[in-house]
């Protein structure tokens, strides 16, 4: 593989289990696809990326192979992800200038290794300057919190791959936890519902709109009833049942607990006075995992807190990305410390 310079400006990525969003100085986002490759098993050829990807799912023949190359929010595949994200940037780009600065959030809990293999992935693919930044930080930043104060405010960011949830003050995270059950983890339970409970095997798309569209972690004021449509693991032949939002409710809830159980571990460690600022000012939840429906009334009713939605929890984190991006000199105290990788 060649190493052309494909950054030709300082680019914020957020580089998610699920789906990898871009940011550009001076264009915002200009990316949010699915963090999914196809690409062929003999010669390892990237075929397609993002959408296109994720349309071939479950469609493929014996000679295309689609992954996504990272688990639990980090890096899987090292080539498959370099590759993914000079397709990426080339997409996004117009030019090929000279490489420039890149900010890449991680999870909080990422080893030294995984640190060197997201810096290495970007440097390959052409960046000249990579910085890291914690997710649950650039999610603060992202949704507007003063992360600089002397006051402590904790987040909760639900990805695709892991739950970071952290307690911000004074530029820096206090206390942290990385929970590994987060997106995947509920489309993954709604599948083997479904094998479990009705002998009907679904696909992963299938497993997600349902989760979307049903999912909730407290009961609706009107429960919804659902067509779902898979193969029948007995017969062998294409099968229709109705589930309800009580049902996905049920399969959703060891996730859900998982969840709040790592919030609530959060609170035990976190400082008394930063507990009570905590107490004035709620929890706020980010990430995709923040739209599932009652899960904000769930952990306010096992923590007894106010919680709060971020108004744009998609994309909280690689708008803190390139905020911190934009202004390096005044977020240079929250990136993680480059001697520490």
Not at 43 to 62: E, L
Not at 73 to 84: K, L, N, Q, S
Not at 276 to 301: N, P, Q, V, W
Request: proline share 4%; aromatic share 4%; hydrophobic share 45%.
């Amino acid at each position: 593989m060649s190493f052309f310079n494909v950054f030709s400006n300082d680019v914020a990525i957020d580089l998610g289990t699920a789906n990898t969003l871009i940011w550009m100085k001076g264009k915002g986002i200009v990316l949010n696809e699915p963090t999914i490759v196809a690409f062929d098993r003999q010669t390892k050829k990237i075929i397609a990326i993002g959408n296109d990807a994720q349309s071939m799912v479950g469609k493929t023949h014996k000679d295309i192979k689609i992954i996504r190359p990272l688990r639990d929010g980090v890096i899987a595949d090292f080539e498959i992800t370099e590759g993914m994200l000079r397709a990426f940037i080339r997409k996004v780009s117009n030019t090929w200038q000279p490489a420039r600065r890149v900010v890449v959030a991680v999870p909080s809990g990422i080893t030294e290794v995984e640190k060197r293999t997201v810096r290495d992935s970007c440097e390959h693919a052409g960046a000249k300057e990579v910085h890291l930044i914690a997710e649950p930080m650039a999610s603060a930043i992202g949704i507007g919190l003063n992360v600089h104060e002397p006051v402590g405010n904790m987040i909760v960011d639900i990805g695709g791959g892991t739950t970071e949830v952290a307690v911000i003050a004074l530029s820096g995270i206090v206390t942290a936890e990385s929970i590994k059950h987060a997106g995947d983890e509920m489309t993954d339970a709604v599948s083997q519902y479904f094998r479990r409970y009705h002998n009907i095997l679904i696909g992963e798309r299938t497993a997600e709109m349902i989760k979307c569209n049903v999912g909730s972690a407290m009961p609706l004021e009107e429960e919804i009833e659902i067509e779902v449509k898979g193969r029948d693991l007995v017969s062998g032949i294409p099968k229709m049942i109705n589930v309800t939002s009580v049902d996905i409710r049920k399969a959703l809830a060891d996730s859900v607990d998982k969840i709040v159980t790592g919030v609530l571990r959060l609170l035990e460690k976190t400082p008394p006075e930063l507990s009570a600022d905590i107490f004035d000012r709620g929890i706020l939840l980010s990430g995709g995992g923040a739209l599932l429906k009652g899960l904000a009334e769930k952990i306010t009713k096992e923590t007894n807190l106010p919680v709060h939605v971020a108004d744009e929890p998609l994309t909280s984190v690689v708008l803190g990305t390139g905020k911190a991006l934009e202004n390096l000199s005044d977020f240079s105290s929250v990136l993680i410390k480059r001697n520490s990788y």
